[in-house]
């Protein structure tokens, strides 16, 4: 009898060169699909809820796969981590319906982009947030975010050259929060993500920030729909998928 399995996933993503099997190099997926065949006897094809880029980090990714295996749960998730590297763990394992698909039935994903600011860098936080030393305005930064609420074309906070069919995409909510020692979040949660779209918009709010751009102009960058017009890509270090929701 043919079984869906779904994955809660965390991982560090400083290793790898992202989620999605690559010709050459380690990628999550690679050792997770590599993992499971010693612990199912088969070749396992895993999707995940959706790729994230070289040096992304992952909370709660979610990935499915289809296995004859008769293992249970418990057994499975605790084989998975004895066998996986520690910058990879199984957070969750559950049995779902076969009609379920991690990319296809999600609803929402929640990612959070992580600065440090202050003059002095962190040891802890070098791999986990962008520091930038220069203070920023929190304020004005706050203020332009508001404009990503709703549904846009997000053609301006895309990699160029990404292969997809429409950049429309709805923003559920966008928030920054301020932490300790110098610690801001910026947490957002949408129907789906283009290409580096959070990254884009992070290091686009980061000129609001540092004063290179208003709030009103952060707006009209979106609405030009124009890539070029936009700030840098923050860098990847920064971001976590925190939540996928169903």
């Not at 070749?43 to 994230?52: D, K």
């Not at 102009?217 to 920064?238: V, Y």
């Amino acid at each position: 009898m043919m079984r869906t399995i779904k994955l809660t996933i965390e991982y560090d993503g400083t290793n790898y060169l992202g989620w999605q099997v690559q010709p050459k190099g380690p990628t999550i997926q690679r050792v997770l699909e590599e993992t499971l065949k010693k612990i199912t006897g088969e070749e396992v094809r895993l999707i995940g809820s959706g790729r994230t880029d070289a040096g992304v980090h992952a909370f709660g990714q979610v990935a499915h796969f289809k296995t004859h295996s008769k293992i249970s749960l418990h057994s499975m998730a605790r084989a998975l981590n004895s066998l996986l590297p520690p910058d990879i763990v199984i957070r969750r394992v559950r049995e779902v319906d076969e009609n379920f698909h991690a990319r296809k039935s999600c609803k929402s994903k929640i990612y959070e982009y992580r600065i440090l600011n202050r003059n002095l860098r962190s040891a802890f936080y070098n791999k986990y947030a962008w520091h930038i030393p220069q203070k920023l305005n929190l304020k004005e930064m706050k203020e332009a975010t508001r404009y990503l609420i709703g549904e846009h074309d997000f053609s301006s906070f895309r990699s160029v050259g990404t292969p997809t069919q429409t950049a429309t995409r709805k923003v559920i909510r966008a928030e920054w929060k301020k932490g300790r020692d110098g610690l801001l979040y910026f947490e957002i949660e949408a129907n789906g993500f283009l290409k580096q779209m959070v990254r884009a918009m992070v290091g686009t709010l980061v000129e609001v920030g540092r004063g290179r751009l208003s709030p009103e102009e952060f707006q009209e960058i979106l609405q030009s729909k124009d890539r070029r017009k936009a700030g840098p890509t923050a860098p990847a270090h920064g971001l976590l998928l925190k939540e996928v929701k169903y």
